[in-house]
């Protein structure tokens, strides 16, 4: 076992699946401590157990009581927060904006863009007395582009990306960094669940012809996303903030 992250303290969210427990596995394994946020009870509960250390919290990220509960919950078991991988979302509904309700578009604002701002201000809140820590935020390649049928998730991708910025700026003098990463095609739930949206009678067809359409030829891996947002965390990133870091397999070359 590497100890990059040893006694570092770190919280997940998301952490039941996909990027957020391949984050939660590689810090873990690195030293970590970590505290994996879901509402997915029983995968998270299942999940944190079969890593070391780990503290699962059972929270909805779009809900202000519950983010405030795992920050605190965090500080009352390991006393302060050093890595926050505030990565939650959801993909919603992906149609035509004539097409989609108001409740297709704040269903989405709630978890990707509120649930980013709730967990930003309450851990800057433990950080900024501590005068340090590391953050990374989940944006998408959607969060640097339009798209023809996900206006609230490309809305609310580039919700996080300037949340990213603000948060690096007011972070800055207090010696705490704030990074957002942007995945293409990624091999995940939500992948799978886009293919299935975008051709109901053929999602394997649709995944073949996504993969075909990346220059690398490929979806990338829940395990590669995570290699560059440990990096992030990392002190060897000690001069990165306010930036967005695409992770795409040159679709956006
Ligand atoms: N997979 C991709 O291709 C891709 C590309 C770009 C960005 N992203 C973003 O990466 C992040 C992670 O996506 P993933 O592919 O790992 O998805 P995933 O669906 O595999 O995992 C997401 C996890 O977040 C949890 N979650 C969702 N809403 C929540 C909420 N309100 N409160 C608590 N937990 C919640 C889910 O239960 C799940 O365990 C998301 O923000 C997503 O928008 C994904």
Same mark, same amino acid.
């Given at each position: &076992?590497?100890? /990059?992250?040893? /006694?570092?303290?770190?919280?997940?969210?998301?952490?039941? +699946? $996909?990027?957020?427990?391949?984050? *939660?596995?590689?810090?873990?394994?690195?030293?970590?401590?970590?505290?994996?946020?879901?509402? *997915?009870?029983?995968?998270?509960?299942?999940? +944190? /157990?079969?890593?070391?250390?780990?503290?699962?919290?059972?929270?909805?990220?779009?809900?202000?009581?519950?983010?405030?509960?795992?920050?605190?919950?965090?500080?009352?078991?390991?006393?302060?927060?050093?890595?926050?991988?505030?990565? +939650?979302?959801?993909?919603?509904?992906?149609?035509?904006?004539?097409?989609?309700?108001?409740?297709?578009?704040?269903?989405?604002?709630?978890?990707?863009?509120? $649930?980013?701002?709730?967990?930003?201000?309450?851990?800057?809140?433990?950080?900024? %007395?501590?005068?340090?820590?590391?953050?990374?935020?989940?944006?998408? &390649?959607?969060?640097?582009?339009?798209?023809?049928?996900?206006?609230?998730?490309?809305?609310?991708?580039?919700?996080?990306?300037?949340?990213?910025?603000?948060?690096?700026?007011? $972070? =800055?003098?207090?010696?705490?960094?704030?990074?957002?990463?942007?995945?293409?095609?990624?091999?995940?739930?939500? =992948?799978?669940?886009?293919?299935?949206?975008?051709?109901?009678?053929?999602?394997?067809?649709?995944?073949?012809?996504?993969?075909?359409?990346? %220059?690398? /030829?490929?979806?990338?891996?829940?395990?590669?996303?995570?290699?560059?947002?440990?990096?992030?965390?990392?002190?060897?990133?000690?001069?990165?903030?306010?930036?967005?870091?695409?992770?795409?397999?040159?679709?956006?070359?």
């Amino acid at each position: &076992m590497s100890a /990059g992250f040893a /006694g570092k303290v770190a919280i997940v969210t998301g952490a039941a +699946a $996909g990027f957020g427990l391949a984050v *939660a596995t590689r810090l873990a394994r690195e030293g970590a401590r970590v505290v994996m946020v879901d509402r *997915a009870a029983e995968a998270l509960r299942e999940r +944190a /157990g079969a890593l070391p250390g780990a503290l699962p919290v059972v929270a909805d990220t779009s809900r202000e009581a519950d983010v405030d509960s795992y920050v605190e919950q965090a500080v009352e078991r390991h006393g302060r927060v050093d890595l926050f991988f505030n990565n +939650a979302g959801i993909e919603g509904r992906w149609a035509p904006m004539t097409e989609l309700s108001v409740d297709d578009f704040d269903s989405v604002m709630a978890v990707n863009a509120r $649930g980013v701002f709730l967990g930003l201000r309450a851990v800057l809140r433990v950080m900024k %007395p501590q005068r340090s820590g590391a953050i990374v935020n989940t944006a998408s &390649m959607a969060g640097i582009r339009g798209g023809a049928v996900n206006a609230p998730y490309v809305a609310s991708k580039h919700a996080v990306v300037g949340l990213t910025r603000c948060a690096a700026l007011e $972070g =800055a003098p207090y010696g705490i960094r704030v990074n957002a990463i942007a995945p293409g095609h990624i091999d995940t739930r939500m =992948a799978r669940n886009l293919t299935a949206q975008l051709d109901p009678d053929d999602p394997q067809g649709m995944y073949e012809r996504i993969a075909a359409s990346v %220059p690398l /030829g490929r979806y990338g891996t829940a395990e590669e996303v995570a290699n560059l947002a440990v990096w992030l965390l990392s002190d060897e990133a000690s001069y990165l903030s306010g930036s967005t870091h695409l992770i795409d397999g040159a679709v956006n070359a």
